[in-house]
C-alpha cells in the first residue's frame, strides 16, 4: 500500500511539474486527477453517491433492508437513514456514523461513471451544487464530516489509499491548474 | 444524570453517555416491551420513535436523546393511529412467535402518520428494516391496509 501510494504521490507531483512547465496549461493535464479518483472511487465515497439508493461494504452491493434514497436524500419517508445512523460510529463500530448521514444529492452522482466523467462532474456547477471556484469545489473534500469519516469508518471498514492531509495536498494542487480531467 | 421525554413524561436516568438507549430502557427504567434484537441497527426488534421516527434503540447513545421525543410501544395504544394498528393486529392475529411485533407495530404507526393510506411500495419502503423470522410479513402488509381503512 505504501508503495502504491508514493507512486500516486509521484505522478501527482510529476503532473504539477509538467503543468507549471507548460506554463500553466489549465485543464490539460488530468494526470492530476488520478491520485484524487483514487480517493473518491473508493467504497467510502462511491457508495453513497448513487442514485436510487445506496450500497454497502468494500464490493459496493445495494443496502440492505432496501433503503432508497427518498425524495431529500435522507431515506424514504420513515425508514431514514438516522433510523440506524447515528452522529458517530455505533456498535462497536459495526454501524457507521457521522453527523448528517446521507446520499449525496442526485446531481452529484457517480454511479455508473468513470474517472474522467466523475471528474468532469466535480467541476460542473450544475452537477455539483453550484461550486464554480476550485476552493469551492475542493471544500466538502476537505473539510465535511461525512467526508472525514471515510478514513475512521469502524469495523474493519477499508480506507482511502492515502491520509487525508495527503488527499487534500492533492486537491489544493488540482485545484491551482485549473481541475484538469483525464483525456 | 441524564434527563429523557419519554412517552410524554420527563425521567432521570444514571446512564454513561454511550449506553445504548434500550439498555436505559429495558434495563434502568424496566421498559422492557422493546426488544433486543441483533444489536448492531439490522433487525429492527428495537424500533421506538424519536421525534416520530423510526429508530433504532440498541444503538442510539442515550446522549443523543436528550432533548427529543421518545416513544415506546408502551404508550402507542394512547393514540388513535396506535389504537387502529392495535385492532388491526388483533383482528388478523398477525404475530406468530411475537418477538419483532412490538418494532413492527412502531413502523407501522410511524408510516400511517406519516403516509396515512399507504401503497404496498410505500409499506416495503417503510416496513423492510423489520424483520421477521417466522415471516408474518403477508399479515403485517394486510394489518395495515386494514389500519388505514384500505382492506
Known sequence: ?183 | MISLNINGKLVKVEAEADTPLLWVLRDELGMAGTKYGCGAALCGACTIHVDGQPTRACVMPVSAAVGKKLGTIEAVGATPVGQRVQRAWAEIDVPQCGYCQSGQIMAAVALLRAIPKPSDKDIDQAMSGNLCRCGTYPRIRAAIHKAAGQS
Open chain 1, 1 to 183: 500500500m505504501m508503495r502504491s501510494l508514493a507512486a500516486m504521490l509521484l505522478v501527482g507531483l510529476c503532473a504539477l511539474g509538467q503543468a507549471q512547465a507548460a506554463g500553466n496549461r489549465g485543464r490539460d493535464d488530468g494526470a492530476l486527477f488520478e491520485p484524487i479518483a483514487s480517493v473518491v472511487m473508493s467504497p467510502r465515497c462511491l457508495n453513497c453517491h448513487q442514485a436510487e439508493a445506496p450500497h454497502q461494504k468494500d464490493m459496493g452491493v445495494l443496502h440492505a433492508q432496501q433503503v432508497v434514497r427518498g425524495k431529500d436524500g435522507h431515506g424514504s419517508a420513515v425508514l431514514q437513514c438516522a433510523a440506524c445512523h447515528q452522529a458517530t460510529n455505533t456498535a462497536q463500530g459495526k454501524v457507521p456514523g457521522a453527523p448528517n448521514w446521507h446520499l449525496a444529492p442526485l446531481s452529484m452522482r457517480w454511479q455508473g461513471l468513470d474517472k474522467k466523467a466523475v471528474c468532469e462532474q466535480m467541476r460542473d456547477p450544475a452537477r455539483n451544487g453550484n461550486r464554480k471556484t476550485g476552493a469551492q469545489v475542493i471544500e466538502h473534500m476537505k473539510t465535511d464530516p461525512l467526508v472525514l469519516w471515510a478514513w475512521s469508518p469502524g469495523a474493519d471498514r477499508t480506507i482511502p489509499p492515502m491520509s487525508h492531509e495527503q488527499f487534500v495536498q492533492m486537491l489544493e494542487m488540482w485545484a491551482a491548474a485549473g481541475m484538469p480531467c483525464p483525456g
